[in-house]
T-cell receptor
C-alpha cells in the first residue's frame, strides 16, 4: 500500500518569501501525484497534478512542483508567497492502474504574514 | 455548474445513534469517493463507487460503516452505533471517467461530532 509523508505540519512565512513544502511517497510502482489546497472556509481544490512527461509541473496561482523519481518526492514550490496563500496544503498520490482513490499526506498549514 | 454538495454540513449526535450523510456529486460524474478527515490527519479513503460496478469498500474502518449509491448519482454514507472516534469531517468527491488522471472534485464536507 502506498503512503505519503509531508514533513512540515505548520509553516509560517512573511510575504514575498519563497516556499517549499516537502512531500515524499512510498510506493514501488508508477504513480500519479497531486497537490490539493484548502483555503479557509473553502473546499479542497486541485493545485496541480503530475502523471507523465515533464517532471516540473506548473499549477494555479504561481505554484509548481517537481517530481524526482529517485527520491520519491514531489515538493511544492512558489518563489514569492502572498498573504492569500494562507491555507492547508495536501500532497496526494494514487497508484497508476488502481481504483484511483487518493492517498493523502497529513497536510501542511501555511500561514503567510502580511 | 453546481459542484459536489453534501448534507448536513454539521451533525452532532450521541454515542450509539445511527447517522446518515448525503453526497450529491457533479452531474454526469460516474465515480464517487468518500473520505474522512480526523483532526490533524490527512484524508483517509473510505469507499469508491464507479458506475454500476461493485463498490470498493476496502477503506471502511468497520462493519458499522456502509454506503450506497442510488441510480448512479446520490450517495449516502451510514454509520451505525456511532462512537466518539467516528468524529471527523466526512468528504465526498466525484470525478468524470476517461483519461489517465482524473481530478477529484470535493464537496464541503460534513462535520460529524459524536458526544
Amino acid at each position: 500500500a502506498q503512503s505519503v509523508s509531508q514533513h512540515n505540519h505548520h509553516v509560517i512565512l512573511s510575504e514575498a518569501a519563497s516556499l517549499e513544502l516537502g512531500c515524499n511517497y512510498s510506493y514501488g510502482g508508477t504513480v500519479n501525484l497531486f497537490w490539493y489546497v484548502q483555503y479557509p472556509g473553502q473546499h479542497l481544490q486541485l493545485l496541480l497534478k503530475y502523471f507523465s512527461g515533464d517532471p516540473l509541473v506548473k499549477g494555479i496561482k504561481g505554484f509548481e512542483a517537481e517530481f524526482i523519481k529517485s527520491k520519491f518526492s514531489f515538493n511544492l514550490r512558489k518563489p514569492s508567497v502572498q498573504w492569500s496563500d494562507t491555507a492547508e496544503y495536501f500532497c496526494a498520490v494514487n497508484a497508476r492502474g488502481s481504483a484511483r482513490q487518493l492517498t493523502f499526506g497529513s497536510g501542511t498549514q501555511l500561514t503567510v504574514l502580511p | 455548474g453546481a459542484g459536489v454538495s453534501q448534507s448536513p454540513s454539521n451533525k452532532v449526535t450521541e454515542k450509539g445513534k445511527d447517522v446518515e450523510l448525503r453526497c450529491d456529486p457533479i452531474s454526469g460524474h460516474t465515480a464517487l469517493y468518500w473520505y474522512r478527515q480526523s483532526l490533524g490527519q490527512g484524508l483517509e479513503f473510505l469507499i469508491y463507487f464507479q458506475g454500476n460496478s461493485a463498490p470498493d469498500k476496502s477503506g471502511l474502518p468497520s462493519d458499522r460503516f456502509s454506503a450506497e449509491r442510488t441510480g448512479g448519482s446520490v450517495s449516502t454514507l451510514t454509520i451505525q452505533r456511532t462512537q466518539q472516534e467516528d468524529s471527523a469531517v466526512y468528504l465526498c468527491a466525484s470525478t468524470p471517467t476517461g483519461g489517465p488522471v482524473n481530478e477529484q472534485f470535493f464537496g464541503p464536507g460534513t462535520r460529524l461530532t459524536v458526544l
